[in-house]
């Protein structure tokens, strides 16, 4: 038995131990029946049943193996290892996630889906993550596509689609609880419990409660952004002969408070810093059927309820989407593969409004219907696939829009995949587009005037368009190293702009006021383009290492005549490199250590510096029952702000965290 | 400049990260294990073990004989399990490249490395009483006798019955109803 030493001396005398209890696994394997090492992983699942390697998109799958050695506690977190993808933490609880660029507008191009679930908010056209507060150990794996997914995913699958699956029913049996903390006064605690209807039947209900701290502003003050949330859930999968039924739950409840100036009157002071207290709840319920015909033929069905509501003294929304989704998957012939389905939603919302932000009209209900089909062509067995695929919609604000897409995989060898997509993907018009008005910091002009300017959507908003040109590669350079790599030229029409209009005189609400309006349209063009790479490196059965590099540059034109308003700020938002590097260490049996390294560019539009952030977590499992997790959050970075400016950015500083599990 | 420890104190943002990056992501600086023995591997060798509670040999002398012909993918889990059980077993494992020595074999597992000759192997010994292992695709048609295969990251395994009786191997129903499939009939 060789030893493996390392700089560090107290590793190198764990490992040596830990040589010793290799063969402790053998010996549990000597003590089970034959049904039991039936049970054993010896594999993820994913490596061998999902044609992963084959898949013609940029696609990263985020393992429960990287949850859990990340040792992280929210989604956003976990998103930071994909390249290509940008995360940056605005405060407390809230975070803008974007792919391939476009981090001012909030993930608008981003369709963020849970168990088949969407999670965008059309009238904001982005993603609250603070209520997408799903329990860690529960999520199965996160499949990240950065690029169009139009064809196969639903609504605004632009630049990306996030994917989150939970864990079934079946591999989260009996009882766990789990409590973390920091030193900044923030904790979470969660209950699950899992068990058995029958032998073909699993369900796992689960609570869970979160307080966070605010933390600080860059500038010094408190950004004063505390949350409280709590949320409880179902979930479970019955396997009915070959087909399988999962149904879902959950209810949440939280709020969170921000320190604001609301705007309360068009005269003077106009504004007052109050606590903006904003009540989150909703709930949701899924119900998903899988009928498998044979094994060359399945039929999927799958239908949702959603409410969301969100309500604080600037905005109140609250929505109720109700969703039916239905795909057939079939091998026709060797040559030929076929999916293709029909999605149907009815969106109905009502608003809240206050004097700084107007929704008109205030209730207003959507449809969204889509239809798509794709066919695999086998040009050349398990070599060369053509995959032409196509998606027909229909909104109620763009009307009718075609989403065609043509990819080719090849697979000179069967390590090495070759795949190129072109694409067109459409950002449907969002409510926010059309109906919103909303005013900024009021001030008084030169002449004795209250004046203030205002943005106000447009009807007849256009969708925004994407053409995109993709090319990747794939390889498994040897039994222990892999690599992905990705290039991408995105083309981009009719992007979200505005246009400065004549001023006007507006005399409700009083005092009269002299508006300067912008108004919303899509006279502003682009372009972005980019590579993401991805390696990964099992040095030993105890050693996994990996590394990922992403760089991307952004230009956009506003079209002729047009007022360029927003082209600058889209081109200077979204850093240029950025860079991971992970490291994990089975120091035993019992312990792990996994390391992370960030590098972001900086953002010079906002006096952002580049920063590097270095993480480390310590994973020990005490007995059968207990586990310890110690972490800390950026060790080595001085404070740093990611999002925001100088006067309300977060700072974000090292911060030690500490969870403890247990169950049985 | 000397290495002390003020001077550390007063490195900048830069070379902390490094210094981090360096704790975080050291190189191991000694000889590294060569690749230890993967899980799939010691489950297969704890079932092979196993399943010699299962079969019945015809002879009734108690000395089974584990062989592994190609290249051995076990390490040496198949000779730990055996001790762990019993120090004194006069069970034995047998690694070979020699195709003469396989006739004596009980068990006889068949390496991935050895899949163009699968064919005239099992045809060379298919009336010879050895229960033939492999995890090679397609084994358990060909007329291997157990067949290992890997499903959602589990293993499991196929078993030609028919091929087991045809040799004089009785394997129990019980291991039977565990197989994922039997072949029954030729």
Known sequence: MKKVCFILLLICVVADRAQAQDTSYLSSLAKLDIEGLMNQEVSSVLRKDQPLNRAAAAIFVISQEDIRRSGSRS??????????????????????????????????????????????????????????????????????????????????????????????????????????????????????????????????????????????????????????????????????????????????????????????????????????????????????????????????????????????????????????????????????????????????????????????????????ANFFLQDEITVEKERVSVIPGIKLGYNDYSQFNFQPALKLVWTPTKKQTVWSSISRAVRSPARIDEDIKAYGQPTIGSSGNVEVPAVFGTKGFDAEELYAYELGYRSQLSSTVSMDIAAYYHDYDDLLSASVGDPFIEETPAPRHLVFPLYLNNSLNGSARGIETFFNWKATERIDMSAGYSFITLGFDPDAGAADLFGDTLENRTPHNQATIRAHFKLSDRAELNAVAYYVDSIPDQSIPSYIRTDLHLGYQISDAWVIDVAAQNLTSDDHREAGTQENGSKIDRTYFLKLTYGF | MRLGVSTIYRWGRAQKSLLAILLGFFVPITALQAEAISKEYQVKAAFIYKFLNFVEWQSSINNRLICVYGENPFGDSLEQLIQAHDQSSSTKVRLTKNIADIASCNVLFISSSEKSSIEWILDAIKETPVMTVSDVEHFAQSGGVVEFILQEGRIRFNINHAQAKRAGIKISSQLLALAKNVVMEE
Request: glycine fraction near 10%; avoid cysteine; charge should be negative.
């Open chain 1, 75 to 368: 989604i956003p977190e976990l998103l930071r290892m994909v390249p290509g993808v940008t995360v940056k933490r605005e405060s407390t609880g809230t975070y803008q996630v974007t792919a391939r660029g476009f981090d001012s507008n909030g993930s608008s191009k981003l369709l963020v889906l849970i168990d088949g679930r969407s999670v965008y908010s059309p009238v904001f056209s982005g993603v609250f993550w603070d209520v997408q507060d799903i329990i860690p150990e529960d999520i199965e794996r996160i499949e990240v596509i950065r690029g169009p997914g139009a064809v196969s995913w639903g609504e605004n699958a632009v630049n990306g689609v996030i994917n989150i699956i939970t864990k079934n029913s079946k591999d989260t049996q009996g009882f766990r609880a789990i409590a973390g903390t920091n030193n900044k006064s923030s904790s979470t605690t969660s209950i699950t419990y899992g068990g058995e209807i029958s032998e073909d039947s699993h369900y796992r209900i689960f609570g869970k409660y979160s307080s966070r701290d605010s933390l600080k502003l860059s500038s010094g003050g408190d950004s004063d952004a505390d949350a409280y949330f709590g949320r409880a859930g179902f979930r479970m999968d019955s396997k009915i002969e070959d087909d399988e039924l999962t149904i879902l739950g959950d209810i949440y409840n939280g709020d969170t408070t921000q320190s604001v100036n609301l705007l309360t009157s068009f005269e003077p002071p106009f504004t007052e810093r109050v606590k903006n207290e904003t009540d989150l709840s909703g709930g949701s319920f899924v119900m998903k059927y899988r009928h498998v015909q044979s094994k060359d033929s399945e039929i999927i069905g799958q239908v949702y309820y959603d409410r969301t509501n969100r309500e604080n003294l600037q905005f109140g929304e609250g929505r109720d989407t109700y969703d039916v989704d239905v795909q057939h998957h079939i091998t026709a012939s060797e040559v030929h593969d076929f999916v293709y389905g029909a999605n149907f939603r009815v969106t109905s919302d009502s608003f809240n409004e206050s004097l700084g932000v107007q929704v008109e009209p205030n209730a207003r209900t959507d449809t969204i």
